[in-house]
């Protein structure tokens, strides 16, 4: 497929498993994340493998003005973007009060105002855009239908995410933009070890965890459809949804003791 593909997060986990099926379908690839020897590895085996362009940038987009810097070096390469995927993103285990605010901050600043300023920033030249499929893919979380204590912060990013998806879907609907939000739930990811949560009980489950490529495939083809939220997972599905029925109090207190492990 004749179209460019930015993916924030595109070293390891869902990220990297979403920009692989655009490799596969063939579209030319932008690979955003910090560590610059694993994008350079990356690019190179994709460039071989499936003959495409691939051109990887390093960046930590939790820093304010990262998107703006990001955009720049995508005007300076001549690089378009059709397709956006903001899948980078980080959580942090603990009581709110007690973690160190920089890394609360961090988190607000990748998952929401990278994620937000990036999609600002590349929504016009999409809407000029001639591919046929073309859009945003955000990478929000089950994570999205409830509140979380003892990881607070997080949830909320992650609602903000699926609240904007769902508002800019039925924005562009119409002018032929696709936005889709994938909310999965626990994946077999380094998400886990990052955000210091070893010992949760959780991964000691492996019918809940699911395999990151099929996370990604689900949103692959939920982006290309144009749904405007995709779960993957029956279980994940009704849990969501049940979140809309069940008390709050109840929620949050299931939310808790899962998130303490
Ligand atoms: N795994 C789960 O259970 C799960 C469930 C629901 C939702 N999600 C969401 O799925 C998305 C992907 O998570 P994952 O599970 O695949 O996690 P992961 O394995 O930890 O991968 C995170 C990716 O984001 C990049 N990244 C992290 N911080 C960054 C920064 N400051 N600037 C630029 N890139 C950064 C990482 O590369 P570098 O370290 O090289 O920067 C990596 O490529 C996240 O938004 C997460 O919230 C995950």
Redesign the pocket.
Same mark, same amino acid.
């Given at each position: 497929m004749n179209r460019n593909v930015l993916v924030?997060?595109?070293?390891?986990?869902?990220?990297?498993e979403i920009a692989q099926l655009f490799a596969e379908d063939g579209s030319s690839l932008v690979l955003? $994340?910090?560590?610059k020897s694993?994008?350079e590895a990356i690019a190179k085996e994709w460039r071989n493998k499936y003959e495409i362009k691939v051109e990887p940038i390093a960046? @930590?987009? *939790?820093?304010p003005g *990262?998107a703006k810097v990001l955009f720049q070096a995508l005007a300076k390469k001549k690089l378009h973007v059709d397709v956006l995927v903001n899948?980078?993103?980080?959580?942090a285990n603990g009581e709110f009060a007690k973690n160190e605010f920089t890394v609360e901050s @961090?988190m607000v600043h &990748?998952?929401v105002v $990278?994620l937000t300023e990036l999609s600002h920033l590349l929504l016009p030249g999409m809407k000029k855009s001639s591919a046929k499929v073309k859009g945003i893919l955000n990478?929000?979380?089950? $994570?999205a239908f409830q509140a979380g204590p003892y990881m607070s912060n997080?949830y909320a990013t992650?609602a903000y995410v699926l609240s904007l998806s769902e508002g800019l879907h039925y924005e562009l609907k119409s002018q032929g933009v696709h936005v889709s939000c994938l909310?999965?739930? $626990?994946?077999?990811?380094?998400?886990?070890d990052?955000a210091g949560m070893q010992e949760n009980n959780l991964l000691n489950n492996e019918f809940l &965890?699911a395999s990151?490529k099929s996370v990604a495939e689900f949103g692959y083809k939920a982006f290309e459809k144009n749904k405007a939220i995709a779960i993957p997972g029956f279980l994940n599905s009704l849990l969501a949804q049940s979140a809309r029925i069940t008390p709050r109090f109840i929620i949050r207190m299931i939310t808790a003791k899962m998130n303490k492990g």
């Open positions: 924030t997060g595109a070293t390891v986990g869902i990220g990297k955003v $994340a910090r560590n694993k994008l960046l @930590d987009l *939790s820093k *990262s899948n980078a993103g980080f959580g @961090d &990748l998952n $990278a990478v929000a979380s089950t $994570a997080y992650k909310c999965p739930g $626990a994946t077999r990811t380094e998400f886990f990052r &965890l990151p």
